[in-house]
């Protein structure tokens, strides 16, 4: 056979007349053979051409009961003005939208599965959405899958939250509704204090029914960042959370990160996330160390700064002094502490991240050197370490815990551990001081584990390490 036997003609022509053709018919209603009844009024329409591009017709239609066979079928979701604008636009492609139709046919669009409508209803829609009806438009777009009119709305909340959680709208929300902008980190307020007082004002809204949600909800505020003069005098106060045993755990579980940071690890790590607006980043930070070439006694001041998020180094204040490898540190919040050092050293010395600055604190009692410390509540506590060495050139290892006040920025002795031990790793868990190993003197090690506990100022042995 010849190419033109056997070539077939692909011609875009031949669809639009078919369809203009179908559309004819339906202008004349000719051959129609399905009547749509609507507030009690007929609508003559192609019992084919609804099913091919309506899944809720076409379910209806060929569904093997009653209406799947009779002429007539009841259409109660939409207003005949709209249905018949529905069907002018499965005739003809087109349908003029207008503030006054465009929220309707989009429900009906959605309901009857008619993608390429809703999809030119959730493009106008979009367009319309500001602070005024973004909460209205969010539920609609919600309910009907348009995700422009989504993204338009939920972005209109999410900047204006400070105003919007005020209104009525807002308080009209599912608590699923506010768990979902909640939990969002381009969540834009001051603090989150802001997001607490939106949810109580949600849940105030209608005490009774919503007392039982408020737990769940407040799972998806960022607690540790909520002030503590708020968390006292205003979560504290408020009846319907002294009221829910799941909420008062919550809040005590952000009270302990206020009174000890050190316990950060163990909160679900969400609530400790900062949200996007606060212009927080997780950072690693180096702290000095021994120039290149190991040289001795050349000790660098330089601190370095990793930005996780950005996956960038930049430099941040430089160290006071330099610090050797028996200095320690540890995070206290956002700040960092340094003390002791080389030759057992009294130094304390806080970075505060805020103003990216040094400052020289109360120096230690007795200086250290391969101590531990940790930040409990508004307290540090020093434990162990090299305090000397003797005549002989023996370590002096002692077994005293020291206690830094960092709002009196004083020191006290508060204890004593059960073994003197240096170049320990330490811990914080459960209100206690955990102390795995180090070493007794310089060359002999110790596989002990010891607890401290900051409440008794006493010290017990609980176990060995492995090895």
Known sequence: LSSMETNDVANGSHRLEITSGISELWRKRLFTDLVLVVDGKYLRCHRFVLAAISPYFHGRLFNGQRESVTEKLFVNAASVKIVHQVLDFIYTGSCKLTAKNSEELL??????????????CDTFLSDSVGMNNCLKMMKLATETKALKLESKSRSAILNNFITLYQTTAFKALSASDVISLIQDNDLRVPNE??????????????????KSALADIFKHIRLPHVQQHYMKYVLGNNELVKENV????????????????GRRHEVNLPRLEYRNDARMDDVIVILGGTASGGAKNHLRQNVSGFNMSLRKWFPLAPLPYGYDSGTTACVCGNDIYISGGGGSRQGLTLYESCVNTWHI???????????????FGSSLFILGGVIGQSDDGHLRVTTSVEEYDMKGNDWKKCG?????????????HDGKIFLFGGYKDRHHSTQTIQIYDPATNSSINIGRLPI
Request: glycine share 6%; proline share 4%.
């Open 107 to 120: 429900k009906t669009a959605s309901l009857f599965g008619i993608k390429s409508l809703r999809d030119k």
């Open 193 to 210: 204090d802001v997001v607490c007082d939106a949810v109580l004002s949600w849940a105030n809204s209608d005490p009774k029914l919503r």
């Open 246 to 261: 799941d909420c008062k755990d919550i809040i005590d579980e952000a009270k302990t990160i206020h009174q000890d940071p």
């Open 361 to 375: 604190c109360a120096p230690m009692l007795v200086g250290k050197r391969g101590h531990a410390m940790v930040g």
């Open 416 to 428: 004593n551990l059960n073994e003197a031990v240096w170049g320990m790793s330490c811990a914080v």
